[in-house]
């Protein structure tokens, strides 16, 4: 029929709903992504004390001096912090793609989902006294104990509750994470065709409307009136009609 809209959808493209499992694991990688800023934010927030603790448990050590140990804590504790906001970020930048249906970052996020966790369960300080703890010697070596003591003394005692409890949800969420994003449900998500290939459904681009183009089947061919006084063609002296057509009829 005449001027009847031909859509250009790909017949059989797959329907892009998210499913549930998918939707929950990105939700819960948002949440995991926000626990390793707020592990950084603890850490950062006791690196002065913790450093003060450390120029105190060394003050009567020649080498390392106490300032060596201070400086060399700060350095560790900050690039630490800075590597965790980094990773934070990229936990959530996939976040965002696994919810478009990304394969690659499902697959990336298994890998890093499962690093968050060991920074997470690294806790705000753990680890650091025994970094800087040498064994008694005669250079005036301080003793694991010695530091203990001053770390624990400079801790304030609302940060072992506090970073347990980051280091619990966030160890939770993130093997949650895992095993959302590989069960069953979420499979087909992460399989459908790619975008550009036939069959694939683009989304965000509905399916317009064009007009039938003229002389198609179906299409209506618009009539020309022929111009008034124009001149013949040039392969057509005269403007005569060609062999198959009779003769116009003599003015």
Known sequence: MGGMAVSYAAPGAPADSRPGT???AGYVQYLVALLLVINAVLQLSVIGKLADALRQAYANSTSPTPDQVATAFTAIAVVSAVIT?????VVAILARSIMRGSQGARITTWVLVGLSVLCLCGGATGGFSSRFTTTSNSSG???SATVNH???QARPSWLTPVTTVVSVIGLL???LVIILLALPASNPYFRRAAPGTPGAAEPGYPSLPYPSAPGAQ???EPGYPPVPGAPGNPG???GTPPPDQPPAPPA
């Open 22 to 24: 998918v939707t929950t």
């Open 85 to 89: 906001i980094i990773l934070a970020i």
């Open 141 to 143: 070596g301080v003793s």
């Open 150 to 152: 001053f770390i624990d």
């Open 173 to 175: 969420g993130a093997i």
């Open 218 to 220: 179906g299409g209506t």
């Open 236 to 238: 057509n002296p005269g």
